[in-house]
């Protein structure tokens, strides 16, 4: 069974960092490409970051410079450092799988996601 | 700055159908953007209903159904239940690496 759980969220002041965590099973980290989608209270999904099979990773213009994706395969866990925040990174943040197909192109699409863990930037 | 857009509401009667639309700000979707659409109900993670325009999710109902209509992905849901109401999202990979996330649109059945 395909699981995913975050961990790492917390209140944190204004230019502080944070580590989030997604630990995964039933599945392999490396072998799909991983996102992280975040919500902030009351808003809508916003797609954060994503880290392919080959490891090329990509970032909204909202964190570039400011988060960064990575995975360790010996863990099968995702993360995203996430320096210098702000107020509105307040957000709950999911980790999301993306799938392959069978002949190895991305389906550009979102199949599993984690329950989220909360993220408050406050002072 | 592109933006993708969604209805911010809409109101459907038990068994009713209701196509909720997926835009963007300039210019028009096509496949070619792998629309998928994402089922949410608060407090709850996203659940995936459709991607690649029109392929249905493992375990989604055959009531709910995705096309392009003109301009725009669309979902469609055909006899509505009252535990379709949700939040609806669509988002769109707009190459590069990116992908563009629609506002949402809150679903009442009533």
């Known amino acids: 069974e395909v699981q995913l759980v975050e961990s790492g969220g917390g209140l944190i002041q204004p230019g502080g960092s944070l580590r989030l965590s997604c630990a995964a099973s039933g599945f392999t980290v490396s072998s799909n490409y991983m996102s992280w989608v975040r919500q902030a209270p009351g808003k809508g999904l916003e797609w954060v970051s994503v880290i392919y099979r080959g490891g090329g990773t990509y970032y909204a213009d909202s964190v570039k410079g400011r988060f960064t994706i990575s995975r360790d395969n010996s863990k099968n866990t995702l993360y995203l450092q996430m320096n210098s925040l702000r107020a509105e990174d307040t957000a709950v943040y999911y980790c999301a799988r993306g799938p392959y197909s069978g002949s190895g192109s991305a389906l550009y699409y979102f199949d599993y996601w984690g329950q989220g863990t909360l993220v408050t930037v406050s002072s | 700055q592109t933006v993708v857009t969604q209805e911010p509401s809409f109101s459907v009667s038990p068994g009713g159908t209701i196509t909720l639309t997926c835009g963007l700000s300039s210019g028009s979707v096509s496949t070619n953007y792998y629309p998928s659409w994402y089922q949410q109900t608060p407090g709850q993670a996203p659940r995936t209903l459709i991607y690649?325009?029109?392929t249905r999710s493992s375990g989604v109902p055959d009531r709910f159904s995705g096309s392009i209509l003109g301009n725009k992905a669309a979902l469609t849901i055909t006899g509505a239940q009252a535990d379709d109401e949700s939040d609806y999202y669509c988002?769109?990979?707009?190459?590069?690496?990116?992908?563009?996330f629609g506002g949402g649109t809150k679903l009442t059945v009533l």
């Open positions: 988002v769109l990979y707009m190459g590069s690496g990116i992908w563009l």
């Open positions: 690649n325009t029109n």
